[in-house]
């Protein structure tokens, strides 16, 4: 998922994303470890998709937070 389709999302559907991403990330990690692993890029690739999807979430955060400073 790009960051532009990511933040169309609602950040419940983010949030499902981000547990979606995890799981594969710990399964992909299990795989490597046991040698099972032929695509390894995807470990570095879901990584990045979990920065992406948490900088998203936080950037949606943002304003609310600042509106309840207010």
Aim: charged fraction near 40%.
């Amino acid at each position: 998922m790009n960051a532009k389709d990511a933040r169309d999302l609602t950040p419940d559907q983010l949030s499902d994303e981000l547990v979606k991403l995890k799981k594969e990330q710990f399964n992909l990690r299990f795989q490597k470890a046991s040698g099972q692993l032929e695509k390894t890029a995807r470990i570095g690739e879901v990584r990045r998709s979990i920065a992406r999807i948490k900088t998203i979430l936080t950037e949606k955060a943002a304003p609310a937070k600042k509106a309840a400073k207010r």
